[in-house]
């Protein structure tokens, strides 16, 4: 049973369409979040929301928008891609209210290419 | 700005061999995480250590927090192919920001 899945797994688009990056987890956490990790592997934060709510919001271009349909789910999706965009996306989820001494599960993170 | 600076960036030995990676910081830290990120994949956690000073070993993996809590390393004894991945550590810095702080990760490779 995967706990953290994203969809797809390998995304390849041209400049400029709207794209969107499914995350699902089931394991019944309260937390969950999506990372960017560019070509030298830094990690970066983008989003996280608890129970449906956003809690953390960094500095992210406003095409840029997640929604959370219920604690389970936090799908990110993207407008007007640029080249810029292209690195792989990850999604995570914790079980309380994030950071703090908690395991954060990572997905298999979904590869974007903007052309 | 909180950062993490880990050492080094790259590091590419023989099967066998012994590594430290560091993981630094000027800012205090009420924990700090380790994961493990290998090709492909998204990262796993392999320890987080809470107490200033703390040690805990995971098999062949030894992980030490600094006595103030500001810094971290990773020790690997005898390294395996099987070692060979991203290594990541991540500070809690226990504001209200609940987010970690992520280092730049040491990149592993141990060759047979």
């Known amino acids: 049973d995967t706990a953290v899945s994203q969809t797809p797994k390998y995304l390849v688009t041209q400049m400029g369409n709207d794209k969107s990056i499914k995350c699902e987890q089931n394991?019944?956490?309260?937390?969950m979040y999506w990372y960017k990790q560019d070509s030298k592997k830094f990690l970066k934060i983008m989003f996280s929301?608890?129970?449906?709510?956003?809690?953390i919001n960094e500095t992210v271009p406003n095409r840029f928008s997640p929604k959370s349909p219920d604690k389970a789910h936090l799908n990110l999706h993207i407008n007007s891609l640029e080249l810029g965009d292209s690195a792989v996306y990850f999604c995570?989820?914790?079980?309380?209210?994030?950071?703090?001494?908690?395991?954060?599960?990572f997905g298999p993170g979904t590869r974007l290419l903007v052309l | 700005t909180q950062l993490l600076e880990q050492s080094p960036q790259f590091l590419s030995i023989q099967e066998g061999e012994n590594l430290t990676v560091y993981c630094n910081s000027s800012?205090?830290?009420?924990?700090l995480q380790w994961y493990r990120q290998e090709p492909g994949e998204g990262p796993v956690l392999l320890v987080t250590?809470?107490?200033g000073g703390e040690v805990k070993k995971l098999k062949r993996l030894t992980f030490q927090f600094g006595d103030a809590r500001k810094d971290s390393s990773l020790h690997i004894t005898a390294a395996q192919p099987g070692d060979t991945g991203l290594y990541l550590c991540?500070?809690?810095?226990?504001?209200?920001?609940?987010?970690?702080?992520w280092g730049l990760g040491t990149s592993l490779a141990v060759n047979p």
């Open positions: 991540a500070g809690d810095n226990a504001g209200n920001n609940r987010k970690l702080i």
């Open positions: 394991l019944g956490h309260d937390t």
């Open positions: 250590v809470v107490t």
């Open positions: 995570a989820s914790s079980q309380g209210v994030g950071g703090r001494k908690e395991t954060q599960y």
């Open positions: 800012s205090v830290f009420s924990s």
């Open positions: 929301y608890n129970n449906k709510e956003l809690i």
